[in-house]
């Protein structure tokens, strides 16, 4: 097998996309980039530096914070992890306050510009799984596989009110709901990049699919291009 392909796997949020997409790069040996985390860590610097992403000057306020920015994917002890200015907010950014606040500060077209640049820097010429909402359209339009992942809005609620659980934090899984119905609501309307199956992508339920069965899946259809 090729040992660079590029993979992208795009979906609304909580559709299996993370854990599909870094179960099929460690299956392959290669490179994971979750977007999503870089997305959250600007909404968290943000929220540290009040700035307000509404404000008249919202577009100047974002890009100077970029270039005040950096972010650094690392890997330790089997988990990935993510930096903001060399600090590990892994954590931090997926409690509610910054998971809110990614889905309109994601729709600001210069963030967009910057970050589709960043992360094409990072994936370079490796071998990569790269998971978010705009891989297969935009960020890797020539990609050699893209995959787009669903599941029903109930299934994804409790997906997510288990991981908030495993992490501490109490939410009603109505609410649960309610955020990710809003979510996906804003990723996929928005004018820039937004949520949508690439033409060309192979689209995988995941509603009834145990974990083991969407990674094989992904990786079957990988291995029947060699
Ligand atoms: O995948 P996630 O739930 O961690 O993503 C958080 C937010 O970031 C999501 O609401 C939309 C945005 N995002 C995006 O616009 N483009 C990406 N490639 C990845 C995430």
Request: proline content about 2%; hydrophobic content about 40%; overall charge positive.
């Given at each position: 097998?090729k040992n660079?392909?590029?993979?992208?796997?795009?979906?609304?949020a909580?559709?299996?996309k993370?854990?599909?997409?870094?179960?099929?790069?460690?299956?392959?040996?290669?490179t994971?980039?979750?977007?999503g985390?870089?997305?959250?860590?600007?909404a968290?610097y943000?929220i540290i530096?009040?700035?307000?992403?509404?404000?008249?000057?919202a577009e100047?306020q974002?890009?100077?914070?970029m270039?005040?920015?950096?972010?650094?994917?690392?890997?330790?002890?089997?988990?990935?992890?993510?930096?903001l200015?060399k600090e590990?907010?892994?954590k931090?950014?997926?409690e509610?306050?910054?998971?809110?606040?990614s889905?309109?500060?994601?729709?600001k077209?210069?963030?967009?510009?910057?970050?589709?640049k960043?992360?094409r820097d990072i994936?370079?010429d490796k071998?990569?799984?790269i998971?978010?909402?705009?891989?297969?359209?935009?960020?890797?339009?020539?990609?050699d596989?893209?995959f787009f992942l669903?599941a029903?809005?109930?299934?994804?609620?409790?997906?997510r009110?288990?991981?908030?659980?495993?992490?501490?934090?109490?939410?009603d899984?109505e609410?649960?709901?309610q955020n990710?119905?809003?979510?996906?609501s804003?990723?996929s309307s928005?004018?820039?990049?937004?949520?949508?199956k690439?033409?060309?992508a192979?689209?995988?339920?995941t509603?009834?699919?145990t974990?083991e069965q969407?990674?094989?899946k992904?990786?079957?259809i990988?291995?029947t291009?060699?």
């Amino acid at each position: 097998m090729k040992n660079n392909y590029i993979i992208a796997i795009d979906g609304p949020a909580s559709s299996g996309k993370s854990t599909t997409a870094k179960l099929v790069a460690e299956h392959l040996g290669y490179t994971y980039i979750d977007t999503g985390a870089m997305y959250r860590a600007v909404a968290l610097y943000c929220i540290i530096n009040n700035i307000n992403i509404d404000s008249k000057d919202a577009e100047f306020q974002i890009s100077k914070a970029m270039s005040e920015i950096s972010l650094e994917f690392r890997k330790i002890n089997s988990e990935y992890h993510i930096f903001l200015n060399k600090e590990d907010v892994s954590k931090r950014i997926r409690e509610p306050d910054v998971t809110a606040l990614s889905s309109p500060l994601s729709a600001k077209k210069i963030l967009r510009e910057k970050m589709v640049k960043l992360q094409r820097d990072i994936v370079k010429d490796k071998g990569a799984v790269i998971e978010g909402r705009d891989i297969g359209t935009v960020v890797f339009p020539n990609a050699d596989f893209k995959f787009f992942l669903t599941a029903s809005l109930y299934v994804r609620a409790r997906r997510r009110a288990k991981q908030y659980a495993d992490e501490g934090i109490k939410m009603d899984i109505e609410q649960i709901k309610q955020n990710i119905f809003i979510r996906d609501s804003n990723d996929s309307s928005r004018k820039n990049a937004p949520l949508k199956k690439a033409d060309d992508a192979i689209e995988i339920d995941t509603s009834d699919l145990t974990i083991e069965q969407q990674v094989d899946k992904v990786i079957e259809i990988i291995k029947t291009k060699d």
